[in-house]
């Protein structure tokens, strides 16, 4: 193959056109933002969790970010942050963050792809299934400490070693 065609092959296959397939195949809920970026709904076990997956070409990085509503009282958030902390340092891949304006968890993960590699669709249904794992995992651990006053490591007790929820 020359460089020519491996090239026409790469622009060919656009990651976010995989993530598109896949949603199809799964009946979830998307929108095409652009060329770029889709949108869906995944329901879990404890909620729905909205997906965005992003391609940014210049930085030849796969984005996934999966956030859903979570706005734990102002005397709660030195805890909750705690229990943020202790939760990504469980984790491999990916991280969690909380955004106190859009009062929304989030959690993030990049697939690099430098050099003209392709993700396969394998690779993005992993993203996928291990961003709703992880929010499964851990959303009971939030909610104790933002709302019933129990302390972060307690918490993290609680938390469900393996979710089951659908991805």
């Known amino acids: 193959m020359t460089l020519s065609e491996h090239e026409r092959l790469v622009d060919e296959i656009h990651p976010i056109d995989i993530v598109e397939t896949l949603a199809e195949h799964r009946a979830w809920d998307f929108d095409r933002v652009g060329d770029d970026q889709?949108?869906?709904a995944v329901e879990g076990q404890w909620r729905s969790y909205s997906l965005t997956l992003a391609w940014q070409p210049g930085e030849e990085t796969l984005r996934l970010i999966c956030t859903f509503e979570m706005d734990p009282p102002e005397a709660r958030m030195p805890a909750f942050y705690e229990v943020i902390n202790r939760a990504?340092?469980?984790?491999?891949s990916g991280g969690f963050t909380h955004w106190d304006e859009q009062n929304l968890m989030v959690w993030r993960y990049?697939?690099?792809l430098t050099g003209g590699q392709i993700a396969s669709s394998e690779q993005i249904d992993q993203m996928i299934q291990c961003a709703v794992n992880a929010c499964e995992r851990f959303y009971p651990a939030f909610q104790l400490v933002a709302w019933a006053d129990r302390a972060p490591e307690d918490a993290l007790k609680?938390?469900?070693?393996?979710a089951y929820g659908r991805a």
């Open 158 to 162: 609680l938390a469900i070693t393996k």
């Open 88 to 92: 990504n340092d469980l984790v491999w």
């Open 38 to 40: 889709i949108a869906m």
């Open 110 to 112: 990049g697939l690099m």
